[in-house]
């Protein structure tokens, strides 16, 4: 990143290739260079309208800012180099004015978050390179500024995996340096109720807490807490602080398995007390549309209005699935007494209902876009996950809309295709896609357009267990949101954020967010064959970085001087190579990779080394054990067919092999999915993995029986002999257990060398 001092100062419109010297995220509306420079270093005085809370807030949360990214300390004065001011003739609340001169620098705004907004701009100002406490020279320049949407924001998904409250603050923090302003929680759902509500105190006894899913051995110890309201209260306090609304979500009437257990005859459908889930995907248990259940409800958003101020209250309202409703007697004689057909109405009847109940306590309410199958009044507003369409729907129709479509603003997805990605979904999502997006998809008229709020990234949490592996998988990805959601359409260029990301990269290191190098690292993509490799003694390899920031160097050690990647390159087998991407002033843009091309690597298969069988795909990079902590072993899997296959094994290198295998939980509520499950043929008491080469249908060459998961380690090696095998060719694995079983997946397949 270069210095401020490089500003062009004829510069007026900031063409894409100038932006870069302006290390802002999200990029401003409008900047205009002007003549001088300012000097800041440590004792720079900070100062904020008398008597203004909200300016000396902003004064304090600027101070406190640069303390952390640039290791600079700013004091406060009755009369500042820096002022912080109220100023009524900047019209918006968000909106601010940032004018620096030879004499200070002044953030001008009406709102509170204007004032915010300014000057957290002003802290990235004064962050703009790796100097780490040393002073910085800001250019002379006007930043008119305001956001092109109203939400910007994150859905954090708690109910899965609690994440300790402290690890929240973390995140407001990141989010408010970035003018995002709306934190979304998802705190209900099967696997978990993680808010108190005292009037019904078994809702965080009982259903804060669950069982592990097991893999064959016994259960492990309960897992789970919630939040007390004085720490939602607390949290929701320090986030208005730094212009940030929380707002929560209890879902319903489906992912209701957590509340169905602690008050089954109160809420549930058919009287019957499940466990808190520990299965992913949809479960069956729902809320009854019941008076008395929809008085619980009722008593549940009070206490829970007490405690979020947001204008908005989330419900959820996705993937219920209607079985109990249509098997139930009682919600039948209901749906027919209210004249209603379907039970999508019936949904749509109980979310209208809940919207009335929450304007008469002067809230609206939001929902994810299944509660447009119910014919929702247009006063409900609609998050749209599936895709765009409920989205182009929803506002066509007039209800307010927030963009938050899987795959692309689904954090939960993978950043690339290396083997040292966490778990996660396989539909994977990097940067550029992510910056690419925009919240105003085609199909809404010119008219409606006013009803999209803006956009937010979800985080979902089943495959996401540690805070440190959320911030991966947010981090930087959520910079690329608050640009999306705040920059004027025509400001945003991905080569240019890409650049102005670098100094953001080095912000979440100082704050210790653990934010992803994937768009940064070198990925290695070997050409052609392992077998041809291993015959002829050597390899071509070609590397990239999805992002091209930097140069790629590379050699037996990464460094700033070793060779330059230009094109791709020969390799003799037994080598090991390391390599890395650098800027120009000597930093690597991520941690060195490495390519190891030595026979035993290529004889060797990892997960995802492998492939989907020809009739079914990996959807999931799932741990070995629910809420495992360490990112490793992971394992690309299909649910639905638990048969992968290693493409061009090298078997004629090969005179043995051996393959360790891993059994993992089967937890996964498939709801009307589970006939997709596919079963293979079991020959002896709990199945076997059958190796055949030459692809699915080809000669088995290996039949080894499973042992019983009750009482057997869940990972194990089995190993045979290879007879008249030649060349290449596919190596499949097929698991034959019951579907009432664990399932199974390759850790690795080693062949043993011929040499």
């Known amino acids: ?64 800012r640069v303390k952390i990214d640039r290791g600079l300390m700013l004091a406060k004065a009755a009369t500042g180099t820096i002022r912080i001011e109220r100023d009524a003739a900047i019209a918006g609340e968000e909106a601010y004015r940032l004018d620096i001169d030879t004499k200070g620098a002044t953030v001008r705004a009406s709102g509170d978050r204007g004032l915010i907004w300014g000057a957290m701009t002003l802290a990235q100002l004064l962050s703009p390179d790796a100097q780490f406490g040393k002073p910085v020279t800001l250019s002379a320049l006007s930043i008119s500024d305001a956001p092109r949407f109203r939400w910007r924001g994150l859905m954090m998904d708690v109910a899965r995996h609690f994440q300790p409250v402290e690890t929240l603050y973390t995140i407001v923090d990141a989010m408010a340096a970035q003018k995002l302003n709306t934190l979304h929680l998802h705190l209900t759902d099967d696997q978990g109720w993680r808010v108190e509500i005292k009037r019904y105190p078994k809702l965080t006894e009982i ?55 602690a008050y089954p005859q109160e809420i549930g459908v058919l009287g019957d007390r499940p466990e808190t889930g520990h299965d992913w995907g949809i479960n069956p248990w729902l809320f009854s549309p019941g008076p008395r259940s929809m008085a619980f409800i009722e008593n549940v958003l009070d206490e829970l209005i007490a405690i979020f101020p947001s204008e908005f209250i989330h419900v959820g309202g996705d993937e219920a699935v209607k079985d109990q409703w249509q098997r139930s007697p009682e919600v039948q004689a209901q749906m027919k007494a209210l004249g209603l057909t379907t039970e999508n109405q019936m949904q749509g009847w109980m ?43 929803a506002a066509n129709k007039g209800h307010d809309v927030v963009l938050a479509p899987a795959p692309v603003l689904y954090f939960d997805s993978l950043q690339s295709d290396r083997s040292d990605e966490p778990p996660g979904r396989l539909s994977i999502q990097t940067l550029e896609q992510v910056y690419a997006f925009d919240p105003v998809p085609a199909g809404i008229d010119a008219g409606r357009v006013k009803h999209v709020l803006g956009a937010q990234a979800t985080s979902f949490a089943e495959y996401l267990a540690t805070p440190k592996q959320k911030e991966h998988a947010i981090f930087p990805r959520l910079s690329a949101i608050s640009e999306l959601t705040w920059s004027p359409r025509d400001k945003r260029d991905f080569k240019d954020f890409v650049n102005r990301l670098d100094p953001q990269m080095l912000r979440y290191a100082h704050e210790g967010i653990a934010a992803a190098d994937s768009a940064f690292a070198v990925n ?48 003799r087998t037994g080598t090991t190579l390391e390599a890395a991407a650098y800027y120009k002033d000597g930093r690597a843009t991520a941690a060195p990779r490495r390519f190891d091309a030595s026979r035993t ?20 990079r799932v741990p070995l054990n629910s809420g495992q902590s360490e990112d490793a072993p992971a394992f690309n899997v299909n649910i639905f067919d638990t048969c992968t296959q290693w493409p061009d094994a090298p078997l004629g290198e090969a005179k043995a092999f051996a393959i360790d295998v891993a059994r993992l939980p089967r937890h996964y509520g498939l709801a009307h999915e589970e006939s997709a499950l596919r079963a293979h043929y079991a020959v002896t008491a709990h199945g076997e993995l059958v190796v055949r080469a030459g692809g699915c249908e080809g000669s088995v060459i290996g039949t080894f029986p499973l042992p019983d998961p009750r009482t057997a380690p869940n990972r194990m090696r089995f190993s045979a002999a290879l007879q008249d095998q030649k060349g290449d060719a596919n190596l499949c694995f097929q698991f034959t257990s019951p579907l009432s079983d664990p399932f199974y997946a390759v850790e690795k397949v080693i062949l043993e060398d011929r040499r």
């Open 1 to 64: 990143m270069r210095s401020l001092l490089a500003i062009p100062l004829a510069l007026t419109a900031i063409p894409a290739q100038a932006q870069a010297s302006l290390p802002l995220i999200p990029f401003p509306a409008s900047v205009t260079p002007a003549t001088g420079t300012l000097l800041i270093a440590n004792g720079a005085t900070v100062s904020a309208s008398d008597g203004d809370r909200g300016a000396a807030m902003a004064a304090q949360l600027l101070i406190d």
């Open 207 to 261: 259903g804060g807490w669950r069982t592990p899913p097991s893999s064959g051995g016994a259960p492990g110890e309960k897992v789970g807490g919630f939040y007390t309201q004085e720490q939602l209260k607390a949290l929701v306090a320090y986030a208005a602080d730094r212009g940030i609304t929380i707002v929560p979500e209890i879902d319903m009437p489906g992912h209701a398995q957590a509340a169905v257990a």
């Open 351 to 393: 979310i209208g209902e809940l919207g009335k109940y929450l304007a008469s306590r002067n809230r609206r309410l939001i929902g994810w876009d299944e509660i447009l199958e119910g014919d929702v009044p247009t006063s409900a507003s609609v998050m749209s996950w599936r895709g765009e369409k409920g989205a182009v729907e």
């Open 524 to 571: 290695f993509r070997m050409q052609g064959k392992r077998g041809d490799a291993l015959r002829g003694g050597r390899l071509t390899l070609a590397m990239d970085t999805q992002t091209g920031a930097g140069t790629i160097r590379y050699g037996a050690k990464a460094g700033a001087k070793a060779r330059a990647y230009t094109v791709p390159i020969t390799i």
């Open 601 to 620: 690597a290529l004889l060797t298969a990892a997960p995802t080394d492998l492939a989907a069988c020809p009739k079914g795909a990996l959807g999931l």
